[in-house]
């Protein structure tokens, strides 16, 4: 947001509070209620009349709501629950006259980056109008200014703007504020400001509000953006991997933050339902969760239309917004609404939390904690739940409920489409045998070979199709060798794509409810359909990635047989004939189902959330910096690393790794053998764990490799059942428990089990691309 990209929400940032006691905390509020005082004349810019200097434009509207808005954030931070102390030392109040842009630039330098010492918090929080600066050398937001995009910066209006003073854009803010970030100040900023372009300023939005923004500044200030000495773009504080900001907006980018200027007192909406998170919310609640909250809250009480974002780096959006030790690694929903249908929650299928899910409330209504049900899925991103205990509880909007039974959504099926078939194999065998005569040069593997013409069967007739063009030739019900010379160039290649027989495409039907791998008559809902070629033993076939088939990519030469270059789905399965290719295409297709299952089981319910180490690749030759993506070549030598990425103060938990090549294999890398896989070790928590044994060299085949890190509170019992291809178990092993479960049907290609599942665990992905060479040597074979 700040610097290299565009301040995407409305100028209102927040950086995030972190740890703990015996920090100084310190807090600079700024609020602008008047920003042109009475019997007083706007000074306009020689030549300037356009954005808020228009002819006629309503000009630096005052406001009521930000100085009663500073008041109650000095509430909360000098509360008891959050412990700033109440004095001029520590608490620095900015309001209308004394907040001009030297003023408000001044005390930024010296509240957060002078006073301030290393590991102490500081909350900064500003109150007024947002707004807009032109900025044609800026490569961020880009907006539509009388009919002509244009680029524009972020900014916050001084109450000297009416006299010509300039705004203070976000790139100025984020350099101050990398200031206080590399001094190690623990930094929190929260702007109730908001900016539209070509919007007045103060303009009535409805009967109840106000919007906090003004026009936009029309003056080009033609600065680039900020670069290190190296030429490298400056980092923006909410992405530095180093003590990073958490960015908090009142508003999505195109919205308008909105004050209610004739309540009591009055106030912005956006702090309004910030202070009540806090106040009712625990103070180590993550700041996801208090976001959370607040955006619920203003959708409540009927501003739908200001939804406060949140962005910057996911350690930092777990810790609590004003300091602390979170509370993180728990799922959380909010209640939207109650009536007689049950109670509206806003988490659902997206987040992986099915029917049957429970949620106990954090809060007590009369002495009782509610405990929820999921009963029905509403869209995506909402379910409906009904009270189970206590009988009677009381549930009202804005509670947060903690997720305390966990049962997946149901995943959906990996679809399959063959073609039409009404062919024998006869029939099939006649129309190759023509193709053989007619001399046109057929492709012998279409996933590798650049191909121009495509012959198939559409149910009725042959058709004949150039690559590259929608449209299809019609051949006729007999395909001949006169007419395939007649249609067909001669220096083409051609894909016959032979269509399997009428007894084979039956054979081919996938319809068990149990399997992941279904059957579809829809082309289009499929991700794989059934392709053929032509052998000299006979028609062949294999599973083909729909949207490579349509786009008519290759596998890049020297890359794995049917591996993608980009994508962790093979472009095409092996090619297979004869008289089980029935059986084995079916085999091939649970295989797929399983590559999905896996792939597609990360959530926000089983994320890592609270597990403070990643899976991290560090190549033994000429490098000294772990990889978490990128590329790899052929021969490279690699160790597996747990990296840190934030407080190793954790309970330990189970680590597994397992890596899928390009062609959907999957095989458990890590541990090797049982035991010794428990993370972090007690007398080591190390920044970075070597994983022992986990070391690998790059070989075929080459594509794109997908890397999984699996951790537990408890250790597997069969940790075998992480191998797709899984193992004959012999004998009872005792039940099973939940995740094992729901991990052996992943590798098995079912769709999931409905049982409840623990919360306890987490998943993580790596994906390398691995390569045959690098691209200034030369292309090696590759199986």
Not at 236 to 245: F, G, I, Q
Not at 572 to 585: E, P
Request: with cysteine; proline share 7%; aromatic share 6%.
């Amino acid at each position: 947001m700040f610097v290299t990209r565009a301040l995407v929400v409305s100028f209102c940032l927040l950086v995030p509070a972190l740890q703990a006691s015996g920090q100084t905390k310190y807090a600079l509020l700024i609020g602008i209620d008047t920003y042109q005082p009475p019997n007083t004349t706007v000074k306009r810019p020689t030549g300037v009349n356009t954005g808020r200097f228009a002819p006629g434009a309503p000009l630096f509207g005052n406001l009521t709501g930000p100085t009663y808005d500073v008041a109650s954030m000095r509430a909360v931070l000098t509360s008891s629950k959050f412990g700033f102390p109440d004095d001029d030392q520590h608490i620095h109040i900015l309001e209308n006259g004394a907040a001009t842009r030297e003023g408000i630039l001044g005390a930024l330098n010296k509240y957060l980056v002078e006073q301030p010492q290393k590991g102490d918090i500081v909350v900064l929080y500003v109150a007024g109008h947002g707004s807009l600066r032109v900025n044609t050398k800026s490569s961020k937001q880009t907006f539509d200014l009388a009919g002509k995009p244009t680029p524009l910066d972020n900014t916050i209006v001084p109450a000297d703007a009416y006299l010509g003073a300039e705004d203070i854009r976000d790139r100025e803010m984020a350099r101050i504020f990398n200031k206080a970030l590399d001094k190690g100040v623990r930094l929190t900023a929260i702007f109730d400001t908001c900016h539209s372009g070509g919007t007045a300023r103060g303009a009535v939005v409805g009967a109840r509000t106000v919007a906090r923004m003004l026009a936009y500044d029309p003056r080009d200030i033609a600065e680039a953006a900020d670069v290190n000495a190296d030429g490298t773009p400056v980092i923006a504080p909410e992405d530095r991997k180093d003590n990073a900001a958490l960015v908090l907006a009142a508003t999505q980018v195109d919205q308008k933050a909105q004050e209610l200027p004739d309540a009591s007192p009055p106030h912005g909406v956006f702090t309004m339902a910030l202070v009540d998170a806090l106040q009712e919310l625990p103070a180590n609640i993550p700041a996801i969760d208090l976001w959370k909250r607040v955006q619920v809250d203003l959708e409540v009480q009927g501003f739908s239309d200001q939804q406060p974002a949140l962005d910057g780096t996911k350690l930092r959006k777990e810790q609590p917004l004003l300091g602390g030790e979170a509370d993180g690694g728990k799922v959380r929903a909010a209640v939207l609404n109650v009536d007689e249908d049950g109670v509206v929650l806003d988490i659902g299928s997206v987040s992986d939390v099915g029917l049957g899910s429970e949620f106990v409330a954090l809060a007590q209504h009369a002495g009782e904690k509610a405990t929820l049900r999921v009963t029905a899925a509403v869209g995506i991103n909402r379910s409906t739940a009904i009270v189970v205990s206590p009988t009677g509880a009381k549930v009202a909007p804005r509670d947060i409920f903690e997720l305390a039974k966990w049962v997946p959504a149901e995943k959906p099926s990996l679809y399959f489409w063959v073609p039409a078939s009404n062919l024998t194999a006869a029939q099939i065998t006649a129309a190759v045998g023509e193709a053989r005569s007619s001399g046109i040069r057929l492709a012998d593997d279409p996933s590798r070979e650049t191909w121009t013409d495509l012959i198939r069967w559409d149910g009725s007739q042959w058709t004949l199709q150039k690559a590259g063009v929608r449209g299809t030739e019609a051949m006729g019900a007999t395909l001949t060798a006169a007419a395939l010379q007649r249609k067909v160039a001669k220096d083409a290649l051609v894909w016959f794509n032979v269509p399997p027989p009428a007894d084979l495409a039956g054979q081919l039907l996938m319809n068990s409810p149990q399997s992941a791998a279904q059957s579809t008559a829809k082309d289009d809902q499929a991700m794989y359909l059934l392709a053929g070629i032509v052998t000299d033993a006979g028609p062949a076939y294999a599973w083909y990635n729909r949207a490579d088939f349509i786009a008519g990519r290759q596998t890049p030469s020297g890359y794995g047989k049917g591996c993608s270059p980009d994508s962790p789905y093979p472009i095409r399965t092996n090619w297979v004939a004869g008289a089980d290719a029935a059986v084995t295409l079916k085999q091939v297709a649970v295989k797929l189902a399983k590559l999905n299952g896996w792939l597609q089981l990360k959530s926000s319910v089983n994320s890592d959330s609270d597990y403070p180490y990643h899976l991290a690749l560090l190549r033994e030759k000429d490098s000294a910096t772990p990889e978490d993506r990128g590329k790899s070549y052929k021969g490279d030598g690699y160790q597996m690393l747990l990296q840190a990425r934030g407080d190793t103060r954790v309970s330990p938990r189970w680590v597994y790794v397992l890596a899928i090549d390009c062609q959907g294999s999957g095989q458990l890398m890590f541990p090797r053998q049982g035991g010794g896989n428990r993370y972090p070790q007690e007398g080591g928590r190390l920044d970075q764990i070597s994983l022992p044994g986990a070391k690998f060299l790059v070989t075929p085949p080459f594509g794109t490799d997908t890397y999984i890190l699996l951790t537990t509170s408890t250790p597997l019992s069969d940790p075998d059942a992480l191998n797709f291809e899984g193992v004959v178990r012999g004998g009872e092993r005792g039940v099973a428990s939940p995740l094992e479960t729901l991990l052996g049907s992943t590798s098995a290609g079912t769709r999931g089990s409905m049982a409840e599942m623990p919360t306890d665990w987490g998943i993580e992905y790596l994906q390398m691309h691995s390569q045959p060479v690098k691209a200034t040597e030369g292309v090696a074979g590759n199986p």
